[in-house]
């Protein structure tokens, strides 16, 4: 069982829609991803919360709105995608330091949601 | 040049054989590496952080190579379990960034 719960685990939503991911850890880290990965590709980051603060946006388009409500939650709100956004969409954790430390800020990684935009 | 560049593959071995992968990363002020196992339709899960001295878990033995700027992931009497897609990651560098990067991802296919 992942330590990094992700909610749904499927979703199918129109391009009208709006629905929310979410994303649980109780493992104290106060660093959280959003990553989306489409087929036979690597992760790709779109958001770093750091202390509950977004740190990091890779250029994201707004029809993904992260939000980081407390320490252990992590939520994507989703409005008007595309087809093109259809992806898996994963949480990571892990611990916010510089990562001087070999071995130091292991991502954790939830089960993921897969999302389709019809 | 991509900041972390692996093999694709697939590497397509029998039961039993040795495998090697390397990957290659482009930012010398690198500080954690890492080698994910990534089953299809599922999440990575870290098979193994790599370590300068080098580190070894069963079958799976990992490098780094600072000099050289590579790390690499050896697994001895494949499995057909052992079967995946194998991602790199790295993280830190100038000013401590603790964003990782992933590889682009290596995959292995054990066959009987």
């Known amino acids: 069982d992942t330590e990094v719960t992700q909610t749904p685990k499927h979703l199918v939503m129109g391009m009208t829609n709006k629905k929310s991911l979410k994303c649980e850890q109780h493992?104290?880290?106060?660093?959280m991803y959003w990553y989306k990965q489409k087929a036979k590709k690597p992760p790709e980051l779109m958001f770093v919360?750091?202390?509950?603060?977004?740190?990091i946006n890779e250029s994201v388009p707004s029809r993904f709105s992260p939000e980081c409500p407390n320490s252990s939650l992590l939520n994507l709100h989703l409005h008007a995608l595309q087809p093109e956004d259809s992806a898996l969409y994963l949480c990571?954790?892990?611990?916010?330091?510089?990562?001087?430390?070999?071995?130091?800020?292991?991502?954790?990684f939830g089960a993921g949601s897969r999302l389709t935009v019809l | 040049r991509k900041e972390v560049e692996q093999d694709p593959g697939p590497f397509n071995v029998p039961e039993g054989a040795t495998v090697a992968f390397n990957c290659t990363y482009s930012?010398?002020?690198?500080?954690?590496f890492f080698w994910y196992r990534q089953d299809c339709r599922k999440e990575p899960k870290l098979l193994m952080s790599?370590?300068?001295s080098g580190n070894e878990d069963g079958r799976f033995t990992a490098q780094l190579n600072r000099a050289s700027q590579y790390i690499s992931l050896l697994i001895r009497d494949s499995k057909l379990s052992d079967s995946a897609t194998y991602l790199c990651?790295?993280?830190?560098?100038?000013?401590?960034?603790?964003?990782?990067?992933f590889g682009r991802g290596t995959s292995l296919i054990v066959h009987p």
């Open positions: 990571a954790s892990s611990r916010p330091t510089g990562g001087k430390t070999e071995g130091a800020n292991v991502l954790t």
């Open positions: 493992m104290g880290h106060r660093a």
């Open positions: 790599v370590y300068s």
């Open positions: 990651v790295v993280k830190g560098g100038t000013g401590g960034s603790y964003i990782p990067t």
């Open positions: 930012n010398s002020a690198s500080q954690s």
């Open positions: 919360y750091s202390y509950e603060k977004l740190s």
